[in-house]
Nanobody, 111 residues
Framework: QVQLVESGGGLVQAGGSLRLSCAASGRTFSSYTMGWFRQAPGKEREFVAHSPGAGMTIYAAFVKGRFTISRDNAKNTVYLQMNSLKPEDTAVYYC?????WGQGTQVTVSS
């Protein structure tokens, strides 16, 4: 059974940084795309970034060089390093693998 567990969210001031982690289990993920999405209050869930098993990572336009997705295949873990955070980055951040989603981790950026 596939499980995705996010961690690393929290409260940070604008301009600060956070590093999210998504630990995956139940399968070997090294060959597969892992992604991050987010959902702000009252808004639809939106794509943030994904890391394919092979090939280039892809980012949403609003990331604009502030976020970096990476993965440690030996640990079945994907990360999202978020720098220069803005209040509009406030959302619940979710890890995704195919049709599987984690429970989400809250990121709150204060102005």
């Amino acid at each position: 059974q596939v499980q995705l567990v996010e961690s690393g969210g929290g409260l940070v001031q604008a301009g600060g940084s956070l590093r999210l982690s998504c630990a995956a289990s139940g399968r070997t993920f090294s060959s597969y795309t892992m992604g991050w999405f987010r959902q702000a209050p009252g808004k639809e869930r939106e794509f943030v970034a994904h890391s394919p098993g092979a090939g280039m990572t892809i980012y949403a336009a609003f990331v604009k060089g502030r976020f970096t997705i990476s993965r440690d295949n030996a640990k079945n873990t994907v990360y999202l390093q978020m720098n220069s955070l803005k209040p509009e980055d406030t959302a619940v951040y979710y890890c995704r693998y195919q049709d599987y989603w984690g429970q989400g981790t809250q990121v709150t950026v204060s102005s």
